[in-house]
């Protein structure tokens, strides 16, 4: 019986190769996640250079013992290995350089190795700032390692000598695939848990949360109906996500092109980070040899086809020749045989066990209404968080999206006695700092990580010294830069009510402000400072 190759694993052969035809994953395609990868990272790095001290040095609000609180058990970071911030903005320079490699295909699956690390490095070196997008971000990258991304368009495809393959299908193009199949499904079933995705109501109140959304959302309340037509139409499409995986041809491109509509019209409508375009870089492997026949066709029908053509062509061939004079070496030009190895097989093999089936046994139990409340001391260690391939729960605004907008307020009293607002850098008042709450973070990294100070110092757990540590960097700051001491912080969080299609903030007395953290400076003792006035 004819079988499908999968590493060294067979499978039965189904009825026209029809199992292998969904797992193809076309070489072009490939090579444009693999450039669309790299300059991710580039992009990422450049965003957090803009918070550098703050969020990366010791000088800042995560000094590296804090990190490894919030890190997983026996996490990996080259960032733990260092605490001088030269150092570490020379590590930000590698992973760049690592990622140019990448990018033009020089040692590939090296290149990805290494950016795979880097990128674990980094988001274990601030655990607080990340997100369900640098999430996405290391799985993609981590099942890219088994991947021919050099296949073409690369300088290790010059270095080949075989003819490159038009597409690969194996058992690490089922992973990557079913990566975002798992991530997209798995939300879905959270939205089945709350009644306003399938009344419509999700989107809109999304849309109203000023906390997270910016540029093209206050113009969405204009279309009502869109909106709720639009999110009832994403809840049905995550459920059917597992889809992309069986559709073929046309029907798999619509499907893609779906996709990517909602996640181009949520990157210019909500502050959620780079999810939208790292998605969309898991996308661009779901399109086949049907996409780029399709593509050749409308280039051909709108006479761009020869004259582009010519172009690429003169660029191959000065390319080639630059790609020439770098030196070739036998562990990335020769991906075919390295794909045969019992270390790739096994070592894949384990990566999914870990990655994919012990989340779905613990995903399953949870949903079957098995008491999962351990103590942590009681749980078994999964090696897949150590390296950052742990599946997350993926509620990304599920069940329902967020009811409440937050904005912070710190009061804080001076040596002078004045009384301050040292996060807004304003006068003491409890009113919003900004007509768009959003505008409160210099960036949404900084939103992540207010959030996760205040849910933890107001649950009471264990990690809530990050408080202690941004309080006492404010005292510092505070100082040095305007060279008078502070005496006590308090931190307000202002919680309001999100309003449907409101342009005006709720009344004041539909605010609930709460103090989260009361610190002194200095040794000082700490105390509430000028508290907001409460109706009786």
């Not at 510092?476 to 299609?501: D, F, S």
Request: glycine share 6%.
């Amino acid at each position: 019986m004819s079988r499908i190759s999968l590493g060294s694993f067979t499978l039965p052969k189904w009825r026209n190769n029809y199992l292998k035809r969904c797992l193809r994953i076309d070489t072009r395609s490939l090579a444009v996640f693999r450039v669309f990868v790299g300059l991710l990272i580039i992009a990422d790095l450049f965003l957090r250079a803009r918070n550098f001290t703050f969020f990366y040095t010791e000088e800042g609000v995560v000094p590296q013992s804090l990190a490894m609180e919030w890190a997983p058990e026996y996490a990996f970071s080259f960032y733990y290995l260092t605490s001088d911030p030269n150092i570490i903005a020379g590590l930000f320079v590698v992973q760049g350089l690592i990622a140019v490699q990448l990018i033009v295909g020089y040692e590939t699956r090296v290149a990805t190795l290494v950016s795979f690390l880097f990128v674990l490095s980094l988001d274990h070196h601030n655990p607080l700032v990340t997100s369900y997008a640098d999430t996405l971000f290391r799985l993609l990258l981590f099942w890219a390692i088994f991947l021919p991304l050099g296949e073409r368009w690369s300088i290790d495809a010059v270095h080949t000598d075989a003819q490159p393959r038009t597409y690969v299908a194996n058992l690490a193009t089922l992973a990557i695939l079913m990566q975002m199949i798992v991530m997209y499904f798995v939300n879905g079933f959270h939205k089945t848990q709350s009644d306003v995705w399938r009344t419509g109501e999700a989107t809109p109140l999304i849309m109203s949360a000023d906390d997270i959304t910016f540029l093209f959302a206050e113009y969405a309340h204009i279309f009502p109906t869109l909106l709720e037509l639009g999110g009832m139409m994403w809840y049905y499409m995550l459920l059917l996500s597992f889809l992309l995986f069986f559709f073929q041809g046309r029907l798999r491109i619509l499907g893609v092109a779906m996709f990517f509509g909602v996640h181009a019209a949520f990157a210019v409508t909500v502050r959620i980070g780079a999810f939208p375009y790292v998605a969309m870089a898991g996308l661009l492997l779901f399109l086949q040899a049907q996409f780029w026949e399709d593509g050749k066709t409308v280039l051909e029908y709108v006479n761009v086809y020869d004259p582009l053509a010519n172009v690429l062509s003169e660029l191959e061939r000065r390319g080639t020749a630059i790609a020439r004079s770098f030196p070739a070496f036998n562990f990335s030009t020769n991906p075919r045989s390295f794909e045969k190895t019992n270390v790739y097989v096994v070592v894949l093999c384990v990566a999914i066990v870990f990655s994919f089936i012990l989340p779905l046994i613990s995903f399953s139990a949870t949903a079957g209404g098995i008491d999962d409340d351990l103590d942590p001391d009681e749980r078994i260690h999964n090696p897949a968080e150590s390296l950052g391939i742990a599946q997350p729960e993926w509620t990304i605004f599920a069940p329902s999206p967020q009811t409440t907008s937050w904005y912070y307020v710190f009061p804080a009293e001076t040596a002078d006695g004045e009384v301050v607002d040292v996060y807004n850098d304003r006068e003491l008042t409890y009113e919003r700092p900004h007509d768009e709450l959003q505008k409160q973070y210099d960036t949404y990294r900084e939103r992540f990580y207010m959030h996760r100070v205040i849910r933890v110092e107001m649950a009471d757990d264990d990690k809530s010294g990050a408080s202690v540590v941004l309080a006492d960097y404010l005292c510092t700051e505070w100082e040095e830069e305007r060279g008078t001491e502070l005496e006590r912080i308090n931190m307000y969080a202002v919680v309001e009510p999100v309003t449907l299609g409101a342009d005006d903030p709720p009344p004041e007395h539909e605010r609930d402000i709460v103090l989260f953290y009361a610190f002194g400076c200095d040794g000082n003792e700490p105390r509430e400072i000028a508290p907001p006035e409460t109706e009786e």
